[in-house]
Nanobody, 117 residues
Framework: QVQLVETGGGSVQTGGSLRLSCAAS????????MGWFRQAPGKEREGVAA???????SYADSVKGRFTISKDNAKNTLYLQMNSLKPEDSGMYYC???????????WGQGTQITVSS
């Protein structure tokens, strides 16, 4: 059973930055993918960024050039550095884990991001 715990959410003004962390435990996969998703009230959940065990990354067009996903294998922690934040970036952010990108099995509890104008 993989456990994921997100931290780092909060409130920030437009143009500000935040870094999310996701501490992972309990996995034994040698090949995996981890991702960040977000969901705003009344909207569907959307993928934000992903990184696989080889370090390959992918981003939603809406965050390219502003967000950076990374992982620290020694700490079993996933990060999302978010810069130049916009109000439309607000929402609940979730960390996810799966055997490959696009097929996530485990989810964190989420952390709230609020960007005010």
């Amino acid at each position: 059973q993989v456990q994921l715990v997100e931290t780092g959410g909060g409130s920030v003004q437009t143009g500000g930055s935040l870094r999310l962390s996701c501490a992972a435990s309990g996995y034994t996969y040698s090949s995996y993918c981890m991702g960040w998703f977000r969901q705003a009230p009344g909207k569907e959940r959307e993928g934000v960024a992903a990184i696989d065990s080889d370090g390959s990354t992918s981003y939603a067009d809406s965050v390219k050039g502003r967000f950076t996903i990374s992982k620290d294998n020694a700490k079993n922690t996933l990060y999302l550095q978010m810069n130049s934040l916009k109000p439309e970036d607000s929402g609940m952010y979730y960390c996810a884990f799966g055997s490959h990108c696009g097929s996530y099995i485990y989810w964190g509890q989420g952390t709230q991001i609020t960007v005010s104008s």
